[in-house]
């Protein structure tokens, strides 16, 4: 099975620090996305990368920068946390590109707290 | 561009019952995919059921099978027999491969569905 693990399950930050949420792929995926979740809005899109050091903007990248230094590691990093930054963070992967025999895998998610 | 609309914030079906979740959606592709997430309390989304646009047979998994409408752009999805671990928000989501950035897939705003014992 493959597993997607998120560094973190709750994470409590004060406003103005540097946070980052880190996931981890074990099967090799080519893909990776990073998801807001919020009550009534669903799953918006952050960011998302198709390769290694490959990054690209989704929905809603304001506020927020990644980094893929490895293929098995994706990390969101909020350069600057504010409150209205508190949500349930998703990370997901997949094997390939617009390939729909490979659906989203997720991990168990981040629940960020920023005061 | 695409869209996913589910008109069901919650539903609430009594155990062993079976009940439908809707889901809309629109696309100006004519292959895309089409899926139904489950997010149960321990918050890890899990895949319930995949359709693909070509294919006019509904999909089945077990209790969990589809009713796909594709000239009226609607995915509900039935559970049949329902037990008290169908407990969860589940979201439809949307596909379009030929579609710019993540695969193209695009998530409604999720159902929150109960099973009442």
């Known amino acids: 099975d493959v597993k997607v693990t998120q560094s973190s399950r709750y994470l409590v930050k004060r406003t103005g620090e540097k946070v980052f949420l880190e996931c981890v792929q074990d099967m090799d995926h080519e893909n990776m996305f990073w998801y807001r979740q919020d009550p009534g809005l669903g799953l918006r899109l952050i960011y998302f990368?198709?390769?290694?050091?490959?990054?690209e903007k989704g929905d809603i990248p304001e506020g927020y920068s990644v980094s893929r230094e490895k293929k098995e590691r994706f990390s969101l990093i909020l350069e600057s946390a504010s409150t209205n930054q508190t949500s349930m963070y998703l990370c997901?992967?997949?094997?390939?590109?617009?390939?729909?025999?490979?659906?989203?895998?997720f991990g168990n998610g981040t629940r960020l707290t920023v005061t | 561009a695409q869209t996913v609309t589910q008109s069901q914030p919650e539903m609430s079906v009594q155990e062993a019952e079976t009940v439908t979740l809707s889901c809309t959606y629109d696309?100006?592709?004519?292959?895309?995919?089409l899926f139904w997430y489950k997010q149960p309390p321990s918050r890890q989304m899990i895949l319930v059921i995949r359709q693909e646009a070509y294919k006019q047979q509904n999909a089945t998994e077990n209790r969990f099978s589809v009713n796909f409408q594709k000239a009226a752009k609607s995915f509900s999805l039935k559970i049949s027999d329902s037990q008290l671990g169908d407990a969860a928000m589940y979201f439809c989501a949307c596909q379009e491969p030929s579609g710019g950035g993540a695969d193209g897939l695009t998530f409604g705003k999720g159902t929150h569905l109960i099973i009442q014992p």
């Open positions: 990368s198709y390769d290694v050091k490959m990054k």
């Open positions: 997901a992967s997949s094997l390939a590109r617009g390939d729909a025999n490979s659906p989203l895998h």
């Open positions: 696309t100006s592709e004519s292959d895309y995919y």
